[in-house]
């Protein structure tokens, strides 16, 4: 259990309270979903599977300069691919209305005035956290030249903006004065032109809650400074609230992920300046761009659970990350077969074609075999042939056996080169080592490949940050299928395919320690 559960636990503890209990999850729409939004995701949706409450979406869109219907449309997708069901879809430009009543109600309260200060100016009267900030020359307008100069502004006819009248002396900067309403003239995506002057997040947020019935609004650590102002406007307008429980705003740490820069700002400017090839890249840390990498939902739901919810700012390790999709991946994915760096292998004795069976997933044996055909050309991998080698070499050398899969044993008798680099390896086989037969030949081991005459050529990608390289390689003829889910090929890892390419996933092999 972790400390917010402990919180609703308490709050669930007041038998008045049992059946009032709501969260929301706000995404600003002025980008799209990243993995630290996953974490806020899965905690919110979470709690409210839980303990059998609501969940709604939210989207807190005061500013029509950076906000779009692209992105709420894509939002709302990647909630839905991450398996999350919202109890309603709110838009805090439905409750535009409401907000500047609140204001006007701020005003004739004497908590609220209108300001001539350009924004520097108001910076500078604000001072720092050593020395106390200066009342604008503002400060002590009528409440009558006040609502006057709000009608003005949200009628588009001045450029000013609307302050909380609290205490210029306040400890904490943000409780100097904020404003909460400003001038945009831009069309919002959802209202259009009909609106003038839009409030401040930090103003519309707790109205947002209040009016949704938010019991516990759940945010990140550098929010925990705005919860003051938070609380303050829901006393200064609703007083004790419904059934007397007012929303509580709770911080918990932002996820940090090594490796990966969580910032739409960061991302935006990649985005721009074509560092990546839009907001899906697979290299971008997105949910499309996760997806496109080959990232599943319950990895992401897995890693966000192991993660967990804490007060306290930490980076996560990559490998978890990859841990939680390669858990995921090796119970569900299809297994293909694929050469990187091929050399030709050809058996020059009596060989038939033929046919062999194999697995999917050996992990699960519901997802059935497959028919792999066979001839007396393969590629296998460069690094599976050597001349000569040690003891603990386990592939195939000169005069050495190895078994191909699910095919039969056979022993290297020759190869041709071309400066220096080989080209070939000639075998001869076992006939009675193919799969299913009893032989006394021993194996030093066994290795992968493609049959030469059905092999397709794939291009893979692999990612370093926000480096990104592709090589061919041979892969079976099934790999020209359609493929949804990402594929494990033998040795080499996951791949996701994305249109005619397949994109790098994550590693076999396990590198987190915990």
């Known amino acids: 259990m972790n400390f917010i559960e402990e919180i609703v636990d308490d709050y669930f503890s007041d038998e008045k309270n049992k059946s009032f209990l709501k969260f929301r999850f706000p995404p600003e729409p002025n980008g799209h979903l990243h993995l630290g939004?996953?974490?806020?995701?899965?905690?919110?949706?979470?709690?409210?599977?839980?303990?059998?409450?609501?969940?709604?979406?939210?989207?807190?869109?005061?500013?029509?300069?950076?906000?779009?219907?692209?992105?709420?449309?894509s939002i709302i997708e990647d909630i839905e691919w991450l398996g999350f069901k919202p109890s309603k879809i709110e838009e805090t430009s439905?409750?535009?209305?409401?907000?500047?009543?609140?204001?006007?109600?701020?005003?004739?309260?004497?908590?609220?005035?209108?300001d001539d200060s350009t924004s520097e100016e108001i910076a500078e009267l604000k001072g720092d956290l050593e020395n106390p900030g200066k009342n604008s020359p503002y400060r002590n307008r009528s409440v009558e030249e006040n609502l006057d100069l709000f009608k003005k502004l949200c009628d588009g006819e001045i450029k000013t903006v609307l302050r909380a009248r609290i205490d210029m002396a306040h400890p904490n900067l943000l409780m100097r004065d904020p404003v909460i309403y400003r001038s945009i003239e831009a069309e919002h995506h959802n209202t259009g032109s009909e609106f003038k002057a839009y409030p401040m997040y930090d103003f519309a947020h707790p109205i947002s809650d209040w009016k949704e019935d938010i019991t516990h609004s759940l945010c990140?650590?550098?929010?925990?400074?705005?919860?003051p102002f938070y609380d303050w406007t829901i006393n200064r307008l609703f007083g004790s609230g419904v059934l007397g429980v007012n929303p509580r705003q709770i911080e918990f740490s932002r996820l940090n992920v090594e490796g990966f820069t969580l910032s739409k700002r960061y991302l935006k400017e990649i985005?721009?300046?074509?560092?990546?090839?839009?907001?899906?890249?697979?290299?971008?840390?997105?949910?499309?761009?996760?997806?496109?990498?080959?990232?599943?939902?319950?990895?992401?739901?897995?890693?966000?659970?192991?993660?967990?919810?804490?007060k306290r700012e930490s980076v996560i390790e990559r490998q978890l990350l990859d841990q939680c999709l390669r858990d995921d991946l090796n119970k569900n994915s299809s297994?293909?077969?694929?050469?990187?760096?091929?050399?030709?292998?050809?058996?020059?004795?009596?060989?038939?074609q033929g046919v062999s069976i194999l697995e999917n997933n050996p992990e699960d044996p519901s997802m059935g075999n497959r028919t792999v055909n066979y001839s007396e050309q393969f590629w296998i991998e460069r690094e599976d042939f050597r001349v000569s080698a040690n003891k603990k070499y386990k592939r195939l050398k000169l005069g050495g056996n190895v078994r191909l899969?699910?095919?039969?044993?056979?022993?290297?008798?020759?190869?041709?080169?071309?400066?220096?680099?080989?080209?070939e390896v000639f075998c001869e086989h076992y006939p009675d080592s193919f799969s299913g037969m009893k032989t006394d030949v021993k194996a030093k081991g066994t290795i992968h490949w493609v049959n030469r005459d059905e092999a397709v050529e794939i291009k893979l990608n692999h990612f370093d940050g926000l480096d990104k390289g592709t090589i061919s390689a041979f892969g079976e003829p099934l790999l020209d299928n359609e493929y949804e889910y990402p594929v494990q090929f033998t040795r080499h890892g996951y791949y996701k395919k994305d249109g005619e390419e397949w994109n790098h996933s994550v590693s076999l092999k396990n590198s987190y320690r915990g």
């Open 405 to 423: 899969k699910g095919v039969c044993i056979v022993k290297a008798v020759d190869y041709t080169e071309i400066d220096g680099i080989i080209t």
């Open 220 to 227: 990140t650590l550098e929010f925990e400074a705005h919860r």
């Open 271 to 310: 985005v721009e300046e074509g560092t990546v090839d839009g907001w899906d890249d697979p290299r971008m840390p997105t949910l499309k761009g996760l997806r496109r990498r080959g990232f599943t939902p319950n990895s992401i739901i897995n890693f966000c659970e192991k993660v967990g919810i804490s």
């Open 94 to 114: 439905n409750y535009f209305n409401l907000i500047q009543s609140c204001a006007i109600s701020l005003i004739k309260d004497g908590f609220a005035y209108m």
């Open 335 to 352: 297994r293909r077969m694929v050469v990187k760096d091929p050399i030709k292998l050809t058996i020059v004795d009596n060989f038939k």
């Open 37 to 73: 939004h996953a974490k806020a995701m899965c905690l919110n949706f979470g709690l409210a599977d839980k303990y059998k409450s609501e969940c709604n979406l939210r989207f807190d869109d005061t500013n029509p300069l950076t906000e779009s219907k692209e992105y709420a449309k």
